[in-house]
């Protein structure tokens, strides 16, 4: 019996029976439905959840890098932005250095400063989403992080330590390293030959878990260019000229560094090319040569303990002068 608005309700025989089945069968379409909508509920959830990194760097890093991470632009860039699948990171590949060089940018090159754009946090997200684009690699070892030259040139870039008390460190920093044994150390920013090393090139001790340590250069020091701290090279009426990094290039016998000219008025008033190497004799000397493209006339300063070979002052055209810097001691 079903008691119903308090009524009595009497049933044929077996018809219970068949009403029990009925409500069974309900019941049961009635769950497959509530799985059906969680399942899809649950679908849509996972699908909508991604990385929180994730739509940072579809909206300041993709048009360069790629959607993919693999470096193809979506628009127009003067040279192939780095490819994060192939592990491309010019400081090296932590958490700590990408979001060092997301805040810092990359000067010379199309790679912007984020600070002012990006808080701390997202940042840190975008940093940690681009390490998923590249395979998870185990911790280098202490002699899979020293660079070897062999019978090419080789460029790092990343912080270079003091040369001495009272001296800065460099963040920018850039290294050269030649098939000669002999290296050079420059700050990025702006660009300035620091010292001349000669032996082992460098170890990547920004590598793994200690990203921001300075470069370990493993070179013992032969020359440093006015104690390590040098004035600025080339004048505009009486003024320094700022140096801002272009390239590196490492394609001939010798590594070579390329930077703008930039006058006090922020105007691009010549171009430079310079690479390094050494000379034979009973005394090892380092010539700097240089190859400029000027807009305007300049005039050159040549560091102290160091000799110009060409004029000091030079007109607006294409011109080709070395500086020679003694080395302490030599021999290879």
Not at 50 to 68: K, L, R, S
Request: one cysteine or more; hydrophobic letters at 35%.
């Amino acid at each position: 019996m079903l008691l119903l608005n308090s009524q009595v309700l009497v049933y044929p025989k077996g018809s219970m029976r068949r009403i029990s089945l009925i409500f069974a069968l309900i019941a049961l379409i009635s769950g497959c439905s509530d799985n059906q909508e969680q399942d899809s509920q649950t679908k849509t959830t996972s699908q909508e959840v991604v990385h929180p990194g994730q739509e940072t760097y579809m909206m300041y890093c993709a048009q360069c890098h790629g959607v993919t991470g693999d470096g193809t632009a979506t628009i127009q860039i003067d040279r192939p932005a780095r490819s994060f699948i192939d592990g491309g990171f010019s400081f090296g590949n932590t958490i700590h250095a990408i979001s060092k060089t997301t805040s810092s940018g990359i000067p010379g090159t199309p790679m912007p400063p984020f600070a002012d754009v990006l808080t701390p946090k997202e940042i840190k997200d975008v940093s940690e989403y681009v390490r998923t684009f590249a395979d998870v690699l185990p911790e280098a070892t202490l002699d899979e992080t020293e660079l070897v030259v062999h019978t090419r040139p080789v460029v790092a870039r990343g912080l270079l330590p003091s040369l001495g008390d009272g001296l800065e460190t460099h963040p920018r920093g850039v290294m050269i390293g030649n098939p000669d044994r002999f290296s050079y150390e420059y700050d990025g920013n702006p660009v300035r030959l620091l010292a001349i090393r000669q032996g082992p090139f460098l170890r990547r001790a920004d590598w793994g878990n200690r990203g921001g340590s300075a470069l370990e250069l493993l070179g013992r020091i032969v020359t440093t260019i006015e104690k390590g701290n040098p004035n600025p090279l080339f004048y505009s009426e009486g003024k320094a000229l700022r140096t801002q990094l272009t390239s590196t290039n490492v394609s001939g016998t010798y590594g070579t560094i390329s930077y703008n000219l930039i006058d006090a008025n922020e105007k691009h008033i010549g171009d430079v090319t310079e690479y390094c190497k050494p000379t034979t004799g009973v005394r090892t000397l380092v010539e700097q040569h240089f190859e400029v493209t000027l807009k305007t006339p300049f005039e050159i300063k040549t560091p102290e303990g160091s000799i110009l070979v060409g004029a000091d002052k030079l007109p607006s055209g294409r011109h080709s002068f070395k500086i020679v810097h003694a080395s302490v001691g030599g021999g290879s």
